[in-house]
Protein backbone atom coordinates (compact mmCIF):
# COMPACT_ATOMS: atom_id res chain seq x y z
CA UNK A 1 0.00 0.00 0.00
CA UNK A 2 1.41 3.38 -1.24
CA UNK A 3 2.19 6.05 1.27
CA UNK A 4 -0.69 8.97 1.25
CA UNK A 5 0.98 11.36 3.47
CA UNK A 6 0.51 14.87 2.28
CA UNK A 7 2.89 16.94 1.31
CA UNK A 8 5.56 18.86 3.88
CA UNK A 9 5.82 22.68 3.25
CA UNK A 10 9.23 22.07 2.88
CA UNK A 11 8.65 19.84 -0.23
CA UNK A 12 6.24 22.14 -2.04
CA UNK A 13 8.83 25.00 -1.40
CA UNK A 14 11.60 22.98 -2.92
CA UNK A 15 9.30 21.50 -5.69
CA UNK A 16 8.69 25.43 -6.09
CA UNK A 17 12.57 26.64 -6.08
CA UNK A 18 13.38 24.11 -8.76
CA UNK A 19 10.43 26.41 -11.04
CA UNK A 20 12.13 29.64 -9.69
CA UNK A 21 15.53 28.77 -11.10
CA UNK A 22 14.20 27.23 -14.23
CA UNK A 23 12.49 29.91 -15.12
CA UNK A 24 15.23 32.19 -14.25
CA UNK A 25 17.45 30.65 -17.01
CA UNK A 26 14.25 30.13 -19.83
CA UNK A 27 13.78 34.49 -19.64
CA UNK A 28 17.57 35.59 -19.71
CA UNK A 29 17.56 33.44 -22.97
CA UNK A 30 14.22 34.07 -24.55
CA UNK A 31 14.41 37.83 -24.01
CA UNK A 32 18.19 38.43 -24.36
CA UNK A 33 19.57 36.18 -26.53
CA UNK A 34 19.06 38.24 -29.82
CA UNK A 35 20.33 41.26 -28.36
CA UNK A 36 23.06 39.93 -26.57
CA UNK A 37 24.49 39.06 -29.99
CA UNK A 38 22.99 41.25 -32.59
CA UNK A 39 23.66 44.26 -30.58
CA UNK A 40 26.31 43.79 -28.47
CA UNK A 41 28.32 40.99 -29.94
CA UNK A 42 27.35 42.09 -33.77
CA UNK A 43 26.13 38.73 -35.05
CA UNK A 44 23.49 39.62 -38.08
CA UNK A 45 20.34 40.04 -37.29
CA UNK A 46 18.57 37.62 -39.91
CA UNK A 47 20.93 35.33 -38.75
CA UNK A 48 20.26 35.36 -35.57
CA UNK A 49 16.51 35.70 -36.30
CA UNK A 50 17.26 31.86 -38.95
CA UNK A 51 18.83 30.66 -36.19
CA UNK A 52 16.51 30.90 -33.08
CA UNK A 53 13.19 30.00 -35.80
CA UNK A 54 15.17 26.94 -36.57
CA UNK A 55 16.40 26.09 -32.98
CA UNK A 56 12.38 26.57 -31.81
CA UNK A 57 11.36 24.48 -33.91
CA UNK A 58 13.51 21.82 -33.21
CA UNK A 59 13.38 21.86 -29.89
CA UNK A 60 9.99 21.54 -29.93
CA UNK A 61 10.03 18.61 -31.47
CA UNK A 62 12.60 17.04 -29.42
CA UNK A 63 10.13 17.44 -26.53
CA UNK A 64 8.38 14.60 -27.12
CA UNK A 65 11.70 12.19 -27.84
CA UNK A 66 12.94 13.57 -24.29
CA UNK A 67 9.14 12.19 -23.07
CA UNK A 68 9.96 9.04 -24.44
CA UNK A 69 13.91 8.52 -22.74
CA UNK A 70 12.39 9.36 -19.53
CA UNK A 71 9.34 6.88 -19.61
CA UNK A 72 11.67 4.17 -20.16
CA UNK A 73 14.36 5.23 -17.39
CA UNK A 74 14.81 3.20 -14.20
CA UNK A 75 17.33 3.47 -11.92
CA UNK A 76 17.29 3.46 -8.15
CA UNK A 77 16.66 7.49 -7.70
CA UNK A 78 13.96 7.04 -9.80
CA UNK A 79 13.30 8.24 -13.72
CA UNK A 80 12.98 11.81 -13.30
CA UNK A 81 15.23 13.28 -11.19
CA UNK A 82 18.21 11.72 -12.38
CA UNK A 83 17.34 13.31 -15.79
CA UNK A 84 16.24 16.90 -14.09
CA UNK A 85 19.96 17.08 -12.15
CA UNK A 86 21.96 15.91 -15.68
CA UNK A 87 19.77 18.09 -17.37
CA UNK A 88 20.65 21.34 -15.31
CA UNK A 89 23.80 20.94 -14.52
CA UNK A 90 24.29 20.60 -18.91
CA UNK A 91 22.02 23.45 -19.26
CA UNK A 92 23.49 25.75 -16.62
CA UNK A 93 27.04 24.97 -18.70
CA UNK A 94 25.31 25.99 -21.58
CA UNK A 95 23.92 29.25 -20.40
CA UNK A 96 27.33 30.43 -18.83
CA UNK A 97 29.00 29.20 -22.70
CA UNK A 98 25.85 31.01 -24.48
CA UNK A 99 26.47 34.34 -22.70
CA UNK A 100 30.42 34.06 -22.54
CA UNK A 101 30.87 34.15 -26.65
CA UNK A 102 34.89 35.18 -27.35
CA UNK A 103 35.05 38.63 -28.61
CA UNK A 104 38.20 37.65 -31.40
CA UNK A 105 35.58 35.42 -33.64
CA UNK A 106 35.29 36.54 -36.84
CA UNK A 107 31.77 37.02 -38.64
CA UNK A 108 31.32 33.68 -39.37
CA UNK A 109 32.50 32.23 -36.16
CA UNK A 110 30.23 34.22 -34.35
CA UNK A 111 27.33 32.70 -36.32
CA UNK A 112 28.31 29.85 -35.67
CA UNK A 113 29.05 29.95 -32.01
CA UNK A 114 25.94 31.57 -31.28
CA UNK A 115 24.10 28.33 -33.49
CA UNK A 116 25.59 25.89 -31.60
CA UNK A 117 25.32 27.14 -28.41
CA UNK A 118 21.86 27.88 -28.60
CA UNK A 119 20.99 25.08 -30.30
CA UNK A 120 22.64 22.99 -27.20
CA UNK A 121 20.68 25.00 -24.39
CA UNK A 122 17.65 24.34 -25.87
CA UNK A 123 18.18 20.34 -26.12
CA UNK A 124 19.55 20.41 -22.57
CA UNK A 125 16.62 22.66 -21.43
CA UNK A 126 14.37 20.26 -22.90
CA UNK A 127 16.03 17.49 -20.79
CA UNK A 128 15.37 19.51 -17.50
CA UNK A 129 11.70 20.70 -18.08
CA UNK A 130 10.01 17.65 -19.18
CA UNK A 131 10.78 15.46 -16.03
CA UNK A 132 10.52 18.69 -14.04
CA UNK A 133 6.70 19.14 -14.99
CA UNK A 134 6.19 15.12 -15.38
CA UNK A 135 7.23 14.36 -11.79
CA UNK A 136 4.44 15.69 -10.13
CA UNK A 137 2.59 12.88 -10.22
CA UNK A 138 5.43 10.83 -8.63
CA UNK A 139 5.03 12.50 -5.70
CA UNK A 140 1.81 13.60 -5.14
CA UNK A 141 -1.81 12.10 -4.83
CA UNK A 142 -4.41 13.39 -7.50
CA UNK A 143 -6.52 16.06 -6.97
CA UNK A 144 -6.50 19.01 -5.29
CA UNK A 145 -2.56 18.62 -3.61
CA UNK A 146 -1.63 17.51 -7.42
CA UNK A 147 -3.71 20.96 -8.47
CA UNK A 148 -2.23 22.91 -5.78
CA UNK A 149 1.42 22.08 -6.65
CA UNK A 150 0.76 22.90 -10.01
CA UNK A 151 -0.68 26.12 -9.32
CA UNK A 152 2.39 26.94 -6.97
CA UNK A 153 5.15 25.59 -9.26
CA UNK A 154 3.39 28.06 -11.99
CA UNK A 155 3.83 30.87 -9.79
CA UNK A 156 6.84 30.24 -8.62
CA UNK A 157 7.89 29.88 -12.70
CA UNK A 158 6.29 33.89 -12.85
CA UNK A 159 8.71 34.78 -9.76
CA UNK A 160 11.69 33.30 -11.62
CA UNK A 161 10.79 35.17 -15.04
CA UNK A 162 10.08 38.42 -13.64
CA UNK A 163 13.22 38.60 -11.46
CA UNK A 164 14.85 38.28 -14.35
CA UNK A 165 13.22 40.67 -16.51
CA UNK A 166 13.50 43.34 -13.76
CA UNK A 167 17.36 42.91 -12.94
CA UNK A 168 18.59 41.77 -15.41
CA UNK A 169 19.65 45.03 -17.25
CA UNK A 170 20.92 46.96 -13.88
CA UNK A 171 23.04 43.90 -13.01
CA UNK A 172 24.46 43.97 -16.62
CA UNK A 173 25.17 47.20 -16.00
CA UNK A 174 26.75 46.95 -12.31
CA UNK A 175 28.70 43.93 -13.30
CA UNK A 176 30.22 45.30 -16.54
CA UNK A 177 31.64 48.28 -14.48
CA UNK A 178 32.67 45.75 -11.45
CA UNK A 179 34.23 43.11 -13.54
CA UNK A 180 35.68 45.58 -15.94
CA UNK A 181 38.89 46.34 -15.06
CA UNK A 182 40.73 48.66 -17.12
CA UNK A 183 37.78 49.12 -19.55
CA UNK A 184 35.91 50.63 -16.45
CA UNK A 185 38.46 53.02 -16.27
CA UNK A 186 38.46 53.50 -20.18
CA UNK A 187 34.70 54.21 -20.30
CA UNK A 188 34.70 56.87 -17.49
CA UNK A 189 37.66 58.99 -19.52
CA UNK A 190 36.05 58.52 -22.72
CA UNK A 191 32.35 59.71 -20.51
CA UNK A 192 34.96 62.49 -19.53
CA UNK A 193 36.56 63.53 -23.09
CA UNK A 194 33.81 62.79 -25.46
CA UNK A 195 30.64 62.32 -24.26
CA UNK A 196 28.30 59.04 -23.65
CA UNK A 197 26.98 59.14 -27.59
CA UNK A 198 30.63 59.30 -28.77
CA UNK A 199 31.81 56.30 -30.45
CA UNK A 200 34.20 55.49 -27.95
CA UNK A 201 32.35 55.21 -25.42
CA UNK A 202 29.81 53.11 -27.09
CA UNK A 203 32.27 50.68 -27.61
CA UNK A 204 33.73 50.13 -24.68
CA UNK A 205 30.60 50.12 -23.29
CA UNK A 206 29.45 47.54 -25.57
CA UNK A 207 32.28 45.29 -24.24
CA UNK A 208 31.72 45.84 -20.39
CA UNK A 209 28.12 44.84 -21.46
CA UNK A 210 29.46 41.42 -23.00
CA UNK A 211 30.97 41.11 -19.49
CA UNK A 212 27.91 41.74 -16.82
CA UNK A 213 25.91 39.42 -19.66
CA UNK A 214 28.47 36.64 -18.68
CA UNK A 215 28.33 37.45 -15.24
CA UNK A 216 24.71 37.47 -15.05
CA UNK A 217 24.64 33.95 -16.89
CA UNK A 218 26.54 32.75 -14.55
CA UNK A 219 25.02 33.72 -10.94
CA UNK A 220 21.96 32.60 -13.08
CA UNK A 221 23.46 29.24 -13.42
CA UNK A 222 24.63 28.42 -10.17
CA UNK A 223 20.94 29.52 -8.99
CA UNK A 224 19.77 26.87 -11.16
CA UNK A 225 21.86 24.16 -10.56
CA UNK A 226 21.55 24.71 -6.52
CA UNK A 227 17.81 24.98 -6.69
CA UNK A 228 17.65 21.96 -8.39
CA UNK A 229 19.89 19.84 -5.89
CA UNK A 230 17.94 20.68 -3.16
CA UNK A 231 14.50 20.44 -5.27
CA UNK A 232 15.61 16.60 -6.15
CA UNK A 233 16.88 16.00 -2.25
CA UNK A 234 13.54 17.27 -0.74
CA UNK A 235 11.26 15.30 -3.43
CA UNK A 236 10.78 11.67 -3.49
CA UNK A 237 9.22 9.67 -6.21
CA UNK A 238 7.18 6.35 -6.26
CA UNK A 239 8.13 3.71 -8.61
CA UNK A 240 5.00 3.25 -9.82
CA UNK A 241 4.33 6.61 -12.38
CA UNK A 242 4.49 6.30 -15.64
CA UNK A 243 4.89 9.06 -18.56
CA UNK A 244 2.58 9.80 -20.88
CA UNK A 245 4.18 10.20 -23.83
CA UNK A 246 2.91 11.40 -27.47
CA UNK A 247 5.40 11.46 -30.94
CA UNK A 248 4.71 14.28 -33.03
CA UNK A 249 2.91 12.23 -35.16
CA UNK A 250 0.33 11.39 -32.82
CA UNK A 251 0.22 15.44 -31.76
CA UNK A 252 -0.69 16.16 -34.94
CA UNK A 253 -3.16 13.99 -35.67
CA UNK A 254 -5.19 14.75 -32.38
CA UNK A 255 -4.71 18.24 -33.58
CA UNK A 256 -6.37 18.30 -36.72
CA UNK A 257 -9.28 15.85 -36.30
CA UNK A 258 -9.88 18.93 -33.23
CA UNK A 259 -11.37 21.53 -35.64
CA UNK A 260 -11.73 23.91 -32.66
CA UNK A 261 -8.41 22.96 -31.34
CA UNK A 262 -6.55 24.05 -34.27
CA UNK A 263 -8.22 27.41 -33.86
CA UNK A 264 -7.09 27.59 -30.69
CA UNK A 265 -3.67 27.12 -31.22
CA UNK A 266 -3.89 29.87 -34.55
CA UNK A 267 -5.53 32.19 -31.51
CA UNK A 268 -2.20 30.86 -28.92
CA UNK A 269 0.17 31.66 -31.63
CA UNK A 270 -1.13 34.68 -32.50
CA UNK A 271 -1.14 36.35 -29.19
CA UNK A 272 2.08 35.25 -28.19
CA UNK A 273 3.86 36.41 -31.60
CA UNK A 274 2.46 39.65 -30.81
CA UNK A 275 3.42 39.93 -27.74
CA UNK A 276 7.06 38.64 -28.33
CA UNK A 277 7.48 41.21 -31.08
CA UNK A 278 6.92 43.88 -28.54
CA UNK A 279 8.85 42.33 -26.23
CA UNK A 280 12.21 42.13 -28.74
CA UNK A 281 11.88 45.34 -30.11
CA UNK A 282 10.90 47.31 -27.01
CA UNK A 283 14.65 46.93 -26.14
CA UNK A 284 15.95 48.98 -28.57
CA UNK A 285 13.05 51.67 -28.74
CA UNK A 286 14.13 52.62 -25.00
CA UNK A 287 17.95 52.53 -25.77
CA UNK A 288 17.98 54.07 -29.14
CA UNK A 289 14.80 56.27 -29.52
CA UNK A 290 12.84 57.10 -26.17
CA UNK A 291 15.44 59.34 -23.77
CA UNK A 292 18.72 57.05 -24.59
CA UNK A 293 20.60 58.34 -21.68
CA UNK A 294 17.94 57.20 -19.29
CA UNK A 295 17.47 53.66 -20.95
CA UNK A 296 18.78 51.28 -18.55
CA UNK A 297 16.90 52.93 -15.72
CA UNK A 298 13.80 53.00 -17.78
CA UNK A 299 13.81 49.79 -18.89
CA UNK A 300 13.62 48.10 -16.24
CA UNK A 301 11.39 50.04 -14.92
CA UNK A 302 8.82 49.34 -17.98
CA UNK A 303 9.39 45.47 -17.57
CA UNK A 304 8.42 45.90 -13.79
CA UNK A 305 4.88 47.36 -14.59
CA UNK A 306 4.47 45.28 -16.91
CA UNK A 307 5.42 42.39 -15.25
CA UNK A 308 3.15 43.42 -12.23
CA UNK A 309 0.07 44.21 -14.88
CA UNK A 310 0.36 40.70 -15.87
CA UNK A 311 0.33 38.92 -12.81
CA UNK A 312 -2.24 41.48 -11.42
CA UNK A 313 -4.50 40.62 -14.18
CA UNK A 314 -4.16 36.99 -13.88
CA UNK A 315 -5.09 37.10 -10.12
CA UNK A 316 -7.60 39.84 -9.61
CA UNK A 317 -9.05 41.14 -13.10
CA UNK A 318 -9.57 37.85 -14.43
CA UNK A 319 -11.63 36.86 -11.52
CA UNK A 320 -13.26 39.95 -11.33
CA UNK A 321 -14.85 39.99 -14.92
CA UNK A 322 -15.41 36.57 -14.55
CA UNK A 323 -18.57 37.15 -11.77
CA UNK A 324 -19.80 39.85 -14.54
CA UNK A 325 -19.39 38.64 -18.22
CA UNK A 326 -18.33 35.36 -19.52
CA UNK A 327 -15.38 34.16 -20.95
CA UNK A 328 -16.20 34.70 -24.37
CA UNK A 329 -16.84 38.64 -23.92
CA UNK A 330 -13.59 38.71 -21.20
CA UNK A 331 -11.42 37.60 -24.79
CA UNK A 332 -12.69 40.14 -27.00
CA UNK A 333 -12.58 42.71 -24.21
CA UNK A 334 -8.61 41.40 -23.67
CA UNK A 335 -8.62 42.40 -27.37
CA UNK A 336 -9.85 45.80 -27.52
CA UNK A 337 -7.57 46.44 -24.22
CA UNK A 338 -4.51 45.35 -26.11
CA UNK A 339 -5.68 47.37 -29.58
CA UNK A 340 -6.26 50.51 -27.66
CA UNK A 341 -2.79 50.12 -25.59
CA UNK A 342 -0.92 49.68 -28.79
CA UNK A 343 -2.43 52.91 -30.69
CA UNK A 344 -1.63 54.84 -27.09
CA UNK A 345 1.84 53.51 -27.24
CA UNK A 346 2.27 54.46 -30.81
CA UNK A 347 0.82 58.01 -30.41
CA UNK A 348 3.38 58.62 -27.30
CA UNK A 349 6.38 57.02 -29.26
CA UNK A 350 5.72 60.07 -31.88
CA UNK A 351 4.79 62.61 -29.37
CA UNK A 352 8.48 63.39 -28.84
CA UNK A 353 8.37 63.19 -24.82
CA UNK A 354 10.99 61.26 -22.77
CA UNK A 355 9.05 61.52 -19.95
CA UNK A 356 8.68 57.69 -19.17
CA UNK A 357 5.19 58.18 -16.97
CA UNK A 358 3.34 58.75 -20.33
CA UNK A 359 4.29 54.84 -21.33
CA UNK A 360 2.66 53.22 -18.17
CA UNK A 361 -1.22 53.02 -19.54
CA UNK A 362 -0.59 51.87 -22.63
CA UNK A 363 2.02 48.91 -20.72
CA UNK A 364 -1.44 48.62 -18.69
CA UNK A 365 -3.49 48.33 -20.89
CA UNK A 366 -1.13 45.73 -23.31
CA UNK A 367 0.24 43.35 -20.73
CA UNK A 368 -3.54 43.51 -18.28
CA UNK A 369 -4.90 42.31 -21.53
CA UNK A 370 -2.29 39.52 -22.38
CA UNK A 371 -2.24 38.38 -18.96
CA UNK A 372 -6.51 37.34 -19.03
CA UNK A 373 -5.79 36.38 -22.27
CA UNK A 374 -3.26 33.34 -20.94
CA UNK A 375 -6.16 32.24 -18.86
CA UNK A 376 -8.90 32.47 -21.17
CA UNK A 377 -7.01 30.56 -23.99
CA UNK A 378 -6.13 27.93 -21.38
CA UNK A 379 -9.66 27.69 -20.02
CA UNK A 380 -11.11 27.56 -24.28
CA UNK A 381 -8.40 24.87 -24.85
CA UNK A 382 -9.68 22.69 -22.00
CA UNK A 383 -13.02 22.76 -24.07
CA UNK A 384 -11.41 21.77 -27.14
CA UNK A 385 -10.78 18.25 -25.04
CA UNK A 386 -14.51 18.19 -24.49
CA UNK A 387 -15.52 18.96 -27.77
CA UNK A 388 -12.80 16.32 -29.40
CA UNK A 389 -14.05 13.48 -27.26
CA UNK A 390 -17.65 14.27 -28.01
CA UNK A 391 -17.03 14.68 -31.91
CA UNK A 392 -14.24 11.84 -32.41
CA UNK A 393 -15.38 9.78 -28.92
CA UNK A 394 -11.38 10.32 -28.13
CA UNK A 395 -9.75 12.16 -24.66
CA UNK A 396 -6.95 13.54 -25.99
CA UNK A 397 -6.25 16.02 -23.30
CA UNK A 398 -2.51 15.28 -22.88
CA UNK A 399 -2.03 15.71 -26.50
CA UNK A 400 -3.95 18.52 -26.87
CA UNK A 401 -2.31 20.05 -24.07
CA UNK A 402 1.54 19.06 -25.29
CA UNK A 403 0.74 21.27 -28.17
CA UNK A 404 0.48 24.61 -26.44
CA UNK A 405 4.50 24.32 -25.37
CA UNK A 406 4.71 23.43 -29.32
CA UNK A 407 3.12 26.34 -30.80
CA UNK A 408 4.44 28.76 -27.77
CA UNK A 409 8.25 28.11 -28.92
CA UNK A 410 7.02 28.23 -32.17
CA UNK A 411 5.59 32.21 -31.66
CA UNK A 412 8.58 32.78 -30.31
CA UNK A 413 10.95 31.45 -33.04
CA UNK A 414 8.24 33.67 -35.54
CA UNK A 415 8.60 36.68 -33.51
CA UNK A 416 12.50 36.56 -33.28
CA UNK A 417 12.87 36.00 -37.42
CA UNK A 418 10.20 38.88 -37.60
CA UNK A 419 11.82 41.39 -34.72
CA UNK A 420 15.28 40.41 -36.44
CA UNK A 421 14.27 41.48 -40.42
CA UNK A 422 12.90 44.67 -38.67
CA UNK A 423 16.40 45.45 -37.13
CA UNK A 424 18.47 44.81 -40.57
CA UNK A 425 16.04 46.38 -42.79
CA UNK A 426 16.03 49.88 -40.71
CA UNK A 427 19.75 49.68 -40.05
CA UNK A 428 19.32 49.21 -36.30
CA UNK A 429 22.80 47.82 -35.13
CA UNK A 430 25.59 48.87 -32.94
CA UNK A 431 27.35 50.20 -36.02
CA UNK A 432 25.16 51.34 -38.10
CA UNK A 433 24.49 54.86 -36.43
CA UNK A 434 26.87 57.82 -34.45
CA UNK A 435 26.82 56.97 -30.82
CA UNK A 436 23.12 55.98 -29.68
CA UNK A 437 20.63 58.39 -31.87
CA UNK A 438 19.23 56.88 -34.67
CA UNK A 439 18.50 58.29 -38.06
CA UNK A 440 14.84 59.64 -38.17
CA UNK A 441 13.73 57.28 -40.55
CA UNK A 442 15.19 54.07 -38.34
CA UNK A 443 13.21 55.12 -35.20
CA UNK A 444 9.80 56.01 -36.78
CA UNK A 445 10.30 52.30 -38.08
CA UNK A 446 11.12 50.87 -35.22
CA UNK A 447 8.42 52.63 -34.01
CA UNK A 448 5.53 51.46 -35.80
CA UNK A 449 7.00 47.98 -36.40
CA UNK A 450 6.86 47.27 -32.60
CA UNK A 451 3.39 48.59 -32.57
CA UNK A 452 1.68 47.68 -36.06
CA UNK A 453 3.00 44.72 -36.52
CA UNK A 454 1.80 43.29 -33.20
CA UNK A 455 -1.70 44.84 -33.76
CA UNK A 456 -2.08 43.22 -37.61
CA UNK A 457 -1.08 40.20 -36.26
CA UNK A 458 -3.39 40.35 -33.33
CA UNK A 459 -6.33 41.14 -35.73
CA UNK A 460 -6.02 38.33 -37.89
CA UNK A 461 -5.68 35.83 -35.27
CA UNK A 462 -9.14 37.48 -33.84
CA UNK A 463 -10.77 37.02 -36.98
CA UNK A 464 -9.86 33.61 -37.31
CA UNK A 465 -11.01 33.09 -34.10
CA UNK A 466 -14.45 34.83 -34.68
CA UNK A 467 -15.05 33.30 -37.70
CA UNK A 468 -13.98 29.32 -36.38
CA UNK A 469 -14.85 29.31 -32.97
CA UNK A 470 -17.69 27.42 -32.12
CA UNK A 471 -17.38 26.69 -28.12
CA UNK A 472 -20.11 28.98 -26.29
CA UNK A 473 -20.40 28.48 -22.45
CA UNK A 474 -24.06 27.53 -23.72
CA UNK A 475 -22.54 24.74 -26.36
CA UNK A 476 -19.85 23.56 -24.16
CA UNK A 477 -22.59 23.25 -21.07
CA UNK A 478 -24.71 20.76 -23.69
CA UNK A 479 -21.52 19.10 -25.07
CA UNK A 480 -21.31 18.35 -21.08
CA UNK A 481 -24.49 17.27 -20.74
CA UNK A 482 -24.08 14.79 -23.76
CA UNK A 483 -20.82 13.22 -22.66
CA UNK A 484 -22.55 12.11 -18.87
CA UNK A 485 -25.28 10.78 -21.11
CA UNK A 486 -23.18 8.87 -22.94
CA UNK A 487 -20.61 7.59 -19.87
CA UNK A 488 -24.26 6.77 -18.21
Known amino acids: MENKRKLGLAEKISYGLGAVGKDMVYMLSASYILYYYQDIMGVSAIAMGIILLAARVFDAFNDPIMGIIVSK ?10 WLLIGTV ?6 YLMFACPPSLNANGLVAYAAVTYILWGVTYTMMDIPYWSMIPAFT ?39 GGNLTAQYQQALNDFG ?14 AIGFRSVALIIAVLFVLFTVICCIAIKEKSTVDVKTSSVG ?7 RNDQAVTMVIAIVMINTALYITSNLVIYFFKYDFNPDQWEANYTLFNTFGGGFQIIAMMLLFPLFRAFINTMKIFYTCFIMAFVGYIVLLFIAFSGTSNFWTLVPSSFLIMSAIGMLNVVVTVFLANTVDYGEYKNGHREEAVIFSMQTFVVKLAS ?3 ALIASIILAVFHINKDAFSGTILSQSSRMGLRMCMTLIPMAVLIVGLLIFKKNYILTDAKVSQIGEELKKNKA
Open 73 to 82: TKTKWGKFRP
Open 90 to 95: TNAIIL
Open 141 to 179: ESGKEREGLSALARSCAGVGSAIVSILAVPLVAFLGSKF
Open 196 to 209: ATSAQAVEIKGKLD
Open 250 to 256: DMFKALF
Open 413 to 415: GLS
